[in-house]
């Protein structure tokens, strides 16, 4: 099977981007490439077309990477989602369908069909395309966990796929972590590590060449590459790691304070207004930073009532209905959007405890209930005078009272406004229209779609200056070289 799997020293060393770089390269050079992701554990997720053309729901990750490779996504490019409900349980998404739950005491047992699932979605994806670019999660040197790995190494020696491990040099340590990585790993999985790409790199490239030199030295494997730190290469977040401010350079900026709920989900939702000059988009957790806010927006969370419930704990709720009163605008969206209600109801423990009742902020006229299905759809329509689309994943069904008007699928009272859409940011027309109705703003003229586009063209052209490209793709052909060399301590297990 060719293919490569992508492995990092930790979460958010870059795995992803790297990923998607990898496929707009190769597709750049007319290989037929798919991203996949065995298992992705984020709330920040997608709908896309399954092949009998009904919905599912991937990872947001690798629904970029299939824009980055040029191809459509689908289900097989994430098999496995993990939708963390609490601390110890996350709610499973198989092959884009809901598939019940596992906990953290059944971590090993209780993935085995998950596993089995997921190997079988990439010996498809391998029958289909020239190459396949896996990414893993996590590190592969969690030893703990190896037993029951199928995302990383397991992968690796199920499709005998070779790995390049990337390290993030701006967190420091990079080159203990990248050795340290490899020698962990028993010597069948040390044979499959080929070699090692640095992320995030600033500085002079002269002072980092003996540190390259000398890994390669110590470990027998090459550095495919260093790429560089980039200040316009965001992409789409994965999960709450990834949430950074998008801050205005004007004096004068539109203040959108986003709620980081615990849960939070699908956080990209605000990324197109993070592209409108003079907008300052801040993730905020404390009732004083949304004391200057122009506009305050809910974000989806996979965990309504218990974030909910934080939110009061913390005196968010009163600073948000001080707002309101005020007359400033306020958009809550999916899980925020119930959150802005009068009642929430569980009656079938989706969430929690079956039977959970509590009280919204009472701004909107509408109640939810939490139903045993999930709603997935891609759905379209019009808003403010314009044409709007998006995505819905979730549970919650809203009944509207008399004292609201439809909003993309959800409510408005003035200037409270609530939505079931997910991403309808991002279409231009949308988005104009909501800054002119909020702040009298005119239309920027900022396309999202174009910019996103502009971003995966970038980090392409960024990972054709500063990795290895050729090599790569010959990695990812032909296999792991023959004979790398075993580190200790892994030498000795």
């Not at 492995?7 to 290989?31: E, M, N, P, W």
């Not at 040197?141 to 005998?160: C, F, K, P, T």
């Not at 801040?282 to 200057?292: H, I, N, Y």
């Not at 703003?441 to 990972?463: I, M």
Request: with cysteine; net charge negative.
């Amino acid at each position: 099977m060719a293919g490569l799997l992508v492995a990092g020293t930790t979460s958010d060393a870059g795995k992803s981007v790297i990923t998607a770089g990898l496929c707009r390269a190769f597709a750049r050079r007319g290989v037929r490439v798919a991203p996949y992701k065995a298992q992705n554990m984020s709330n920040n997720s997608m709908v896309c077309a399954a092949p009998d053309g009904s919905t599912a729901e991937i990872g947001r990750a690798q629904w970029v990477q299939a824009l980055a490779a040029g191809v459509v996504p689908e289900p097989a490019m994430n098999p496995v989602l993990l939708k963390p409900g609490s601390d110890r349980r996350s709610h499973v998404v198989l092959m884009g369908r809901p598939a019940g739950e596992v906990s953290a005491t059944d971590w090993t047992t209780g993935r085995r069909h998950l596993a089995a699932a997921a190997h079988a979605a990439f010996d498809d994806l391998a029958s289909r395309f020239e190459v396949v670019v896996a990414e893993g999660a996590g590190s592969p040197s969690e030893i703990n966990l190896r037993a029951g790995d199928y995302v990383n190494l397991g992968l690796a020696r199920h499709a005998g796929l070779p790995a390049v491990v990337v390290g993030d040099i701006d967190r420091g340590g990079v080159f203990a972590a990248l050795y340290g990585t490899v020698a962990l790993l028993e010597p069948a999985d040390q044979a499959l590590i080929a070699g090692f790409v640095i992320n995030k790199f600033r500085g002079d490239r002269g002072l980092l060449t003996p540190g390259l030199d000398e890994l390669e030295r110590l470990t027998g494997r090459r550095v495919y590459g260093v790429a560089p730190w980039h200040p316009q290469l965001w992409l789409d977040s994965e999960d709450a790691l990834d949430l950074e401010d998008r801050r205005s350079d004007g004096d004068r900026a539109y203040r959108v304070a986003v709620v980081r709920l615990p849960r939070i989900s699908n956080l990209t939702d605000v990324d197109a207004l993070g592209l409108e000059p003079d907008v300052d988009v801040r993730f905020v957790a404390g009732p004083r930073e949304l004391s200057d806010a122009d506009l305050i927006v809910l974000p989806g969370t996979r965990a309504t009532i218990s974030d909910l419930a934080w939110l009061r704990r913390r005196g968010l709720d009163v600073a948000i209905l001080d707002h309101a009163r005020r007359g400033k605008p306020l958009l809550g969206i999916c899980g925020g959007f119930q959150m802005l209600g009068r009642r929430i109801a569980d009656p079938h423990g989706i969430e929690g405890d079956a039977g959970t009742e509590v009280d919204g902020l009472g701004l909107l006229d509408v109640r939810t209930e939490f139903a045993e299905a999930k709603t997935l759809r891609l759905p379209a329509g019009s808003a403010l005078g314009v044409p709007a689309s998006g995505y819905e994943i979730h549970h919650g069904r809203v009944t509207a009272g008399n004292g609201v008007e439809e909003f993309l699928g959800g409510a408005r009272a003035g200037n409270v406004f609530g939505t079931m859409w997910h991403g309808s940011l991002e279409g231009d027309a949308l988005r104009g229209a909501f800054l002119a109705e909020i702040a009298g703003r005119q239309p920027s003229g900022v396309s999202f779609p174009a910019a996103r586009e502009r971003r995966l063209d970038l980090l392409g052209e960024l990972v054709e200056e500063h990795l290895d490209v050729d090599a790569l793709l010959s990695l990812a052909k032909h296999g792991a070289p023959v004979g790398l060399p075993v580190l200790a301590p892994g030498a000795s297990r």
